[in-house]
């Protein structure tokens, strides 16, 4: 890595969101260098959301700052995606009336200088500039693999072609950096390889990419970084290893051992069982283990919101 010698794309500075009385994020450092895809993990309710709409200026923070290259951003999220952010939602967020193609055109918006007037009266320059855009977002469906679905509806396409689509219509603006929310929550493993091989892609390209998500394996084989947000504060920065064995990442955040750890579903299963047959024995009021385990199971693929 040249993490050292290159300056951030992103510096967050102390962020902290409060809503009345709770503390969503707490003096939060992050940096972002580029080339680097950093994951951010953490249980439901640690912040991770909220720290994100602190980045894109969806949130005012109640401290602190961000700046994309050095340069602090106002919190407001038109400049921040002309700055050069860009981001996609944890619950999606697309025009469902409007095809696949104008759902990009849409994110392409921040980077077109063609004023309302040139667009009124449809001259040269509008028409110019409507072709290379609309060339743009081709090319960025083809990356996608979405050209094929141009014309369609996008409240037609599967819901894993929907989450793609939010990717491609984010590289509209031509991002520097990416923020992901999510980016697999709902995909089969077919969908969420493709979405590992997509970020990969993206960083090949020149956008770093900030990625939320709770499939650890996913976070792990993709990310140069992790850092873990408990209670809206960072916990642990490091590698992937360097996470991944840290004590109080798996006492605090993972409880048992993350999946894909050797034998875990193994173990999970035996201790339902156990459970299951304990809670037989006694009438059925012994049921703590039964919801330990279940918790473990679908913590994974549940949504906070
Ligand atoms: N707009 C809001 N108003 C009040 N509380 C909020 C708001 N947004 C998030 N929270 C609270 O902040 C905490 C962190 O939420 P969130 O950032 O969504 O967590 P995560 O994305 O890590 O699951 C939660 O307790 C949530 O209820
Ligand atoms: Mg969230």
């Given at each position: 890595?040249?993490?050292?010698?290159?300056?951030?794309?992103?510096?967050?500075?102390?962020?902290?969101?409060?809503?009345?009385?709770?503390?969503?994020?707490?003096?939060?450092?992050?940096?972002?260098?580029?080339?680097?895809?950093?994951g951010l993990i953490g249980p439901n309710?640690?912040?991770?959301?909220?720290?994100?709409?602190?980045l894109t200026g969806l949130y005012v923070p109640t401290e602190g700052s961000v700046a994309?290259?050095?340069?602090?951003?106002?919190?407001?999220?038109?400049?921040?995606?002309?700055?050069?952010?860009?981001?996609?939602?944890?619950?999606?967020r697309l025009f469902a009336n409007m095809t696949v193609l104008e759902n990009v055109l849409v994110g392409r918006h921040t980077r077109t200088k063609e004023g309302l007037w040139s667009a009124l009266l449809r001259g040269p320059g509008f028409k110019r500039a409507e072709a290379a855009s609309k060339a743009r977002a081709m090319e960025l469906l083809e990356f996608t693999g979405l050209a094929?679905?141009?014309?369609?509806?996008s409240r037609n396409l599967p819901y894993g072609e929907q989450r793609k689509l939010e990717i491609a219509r984010a590289l509209?603006?031509?991002?520097?950096?990416?923020?992901?929310?999510?980016?697999?929550?709902?995909?089969?493993?077919q969908e969420t390889r493709a979405t590992?091989?997509?970020?990969?892609?993206?960083r090949d390209l020149g956008t770093a990419v900030l990625v939320i998500e709770h499939d650890m394996r996913f976070i792990f084989n993709l990310c140069d970084r992790v850092a873990v947000l408990v209670q809206g504060q960072k916990l642990v920065e490091g590698t992937s290893e360097v996470v991944q064995s840290d004590e109080r990442v798996i006492a605090a955040y993972l409880g048992t051992p993350f999946e894909g750890a050797p034998?875990?579903?193994?173990a999970a299963e035996v201790e339902a069982a156990e459970a299951g047959a304990?809670?037989?024995?006694?009438g059925g009021t012994t049921t703590g283990a039964t919801d330990e385990a279940q918790r473990g199971t679908t913590a994974r693929t549940e949504d906070g919101q």
């Open positions: 890595m040249t993490t050292t010698t290159t300056s951030p794309v992103l510096t967050a500075t102390g962020v902290t969101m409060r809503f009345g009385g709770l503390t969503a994020v707490q003096a939060v450092d992050l940096d972002v260098h580029p080339g680097e895809i950093v309710g640690a912040g991770k959301t909220t720290f994100f709409n602190c994309y290259r050095g340069t602090v951003l106002p919190p407001k999220p038109h400049l921040v995606t002309q700055a050069g952010i860009a981001r996609t939602f944890q619950n999606i094929d679905k141009a014309d369609h509806l509209a603006s031509d991002p520097g950096l990416l923020l992901l929310d999510e980016p697999t929550a709902g995909m089969n493993p590992e091989e997509l970020v990969f892609a993206i034998g875990a579903e193994e304990t809670a037989g024995a006694t």
